[in-house]
């Protein structure tokens, strides 16, 4: 995968935990292991990209979020 489409996945990966937390607080998740598995998921993206030699990840990341929310109207 190219690193752009690495961190459009590491994007998806965040809201994807975010909407599981939001299911845990609101007792409507089903398999509580999933948290872990996504929480996985997102450090072996960040450890792929930084094998990759990328600096600033978070920085990027924060950018591309607040640039996506932007877009939304959010």
Do not use: C, W
Request: zero cysteines; a positive charge.
């Amino acid at each position: 995968m190219k690193s752009e489409a690495l961190h459009s996945e590491l994007d998806r990966l965040r809201r994807h935990l975010y909407d599981l937390r939001a299911q845990k607080v609101t007792e409507k998740l089903a398999n509580p292991n999933q948290l872990n598995a996504a929480k996985r998921d997102i450090a072996r993206m960040f450890t792929v990209l930084r094998e990759r030699g990328e600096t600033g990840i978070e920085e990027l990341q924060y950018h591309l979020e607040s640039h996506a929310t932007h877009r939304r109207g959010g």
